[in-house]
């Protein structure tokens, strides 16, 4: 059974900071990694999705990385703004064997304050 | 491009009642997923729908049920409310889950069910 965890659970910076969020997962055999922002009360904004033959991906100011082998993955973002305050998760996607259970597990979190 | 649509926003229900949830998907769209988001708890896969048939199930009772009409929308049923299905549920979108699972999840804003 997949279990995710994310470390730190919350984390709060000045503006202009860069920053590192992760992510561990104990079964590898994923066929993706996505990782999500929450706002609160608000469903989930997807930030970046690595193919698990992938190392990294980037959009604007975060890059994602992933070392399957190793269960992990990180969020790196740069120049952090106030905009950027959310809860961040991340949900390795595994294949839907029988008996799984469920083939999208999110981890918990980290809720992300940046401050002006 | 119009994004997942959820109705209604927010439903209030009391204990042993029956609860239909409602997701529209992005166009073109046909993989639907439902996950609830109790407090505390995290985000829980509930059920994923592609093609009209049911392909995985989360660890919930069979009180929760769904389905996947012809135009890819979705329903998702919850009979015998108990107070502790007071959540948020999420629905969220993809085109085709094919073999590598590689098609990023797009998620409505949620239906927030309060159980009295």
């Known amino acids: 059974k997949q279990e995710v965890t994310q470390i730190p659970a919350a984390l709060s910076v000045p503006e202009g900071e860069n920053l590192v969020l992760n992510c561990s997962f104990t079964?590898?055999?994923?066929?993706?990694l996505q990782w999500f922002r929450q706002d609160p009360g608000k469903g989930l904004t997807s930030l970046l999705l690595?193919?698990?033959?992938?190392r990294e991906q980037t959009s604007g100011r975060l890059n994602a990385s992933l070392d399957k082998s190793s269960g992990r993955s990180t969020l790196y973002i740069a120049a952090s703004q106030p905009g950027d305050s959310a809860t961040y998760l991340c949900?390795?996607?595994?294949?839907?064997?029988?008996?799984?259970?469920?083939?999208?597990?999110f981890g918990p979190g980290t809720r992300l304050s940046v401050l002006p | 491009e119009a994004g997942v649509t959820q109705s209604p926003t927010h439903l209030i229900k009391t204990r042993g009642q029956q609860a239909t949830l409602r997701c529209s998907p992005i166009?073109?769209?046909?993989?639907v997923y439902w996950y609830q988001q109790a407090l505390g708890l995290g985000l829980q896969f509930l059920l994923w729908y592609d093609e009209g048939e049911e392909r995985n199930r989360g660890n919930f009772p069979p009180r929760f049920s769904g389905r996947q009409f012809p135009n890819y929308s979705s329903e998702l049923n919850v009979n015998a409310l108990e107070l502790e299905d007071s959540a948020l549920y999420l629905c969220a979108s993809s085109t085709g889950q094919g073999i590598g699972h590689n098609q990023p999840q797009h998620f409505g804003d949620g239906t927030r069910l309060s159980i009295l």
């Open positions: 166009s073109g769209h046909t993989s």
């Open positions: 079964d590898s055999a994923i066929y993706n």
């Open positions: 949900a390795p996607a595994n294949p839907p064997v029988a008996n799984y259970g469920q083939n999208f597990v």
């Open positions: 690595i193919q698990s033959s992938q």
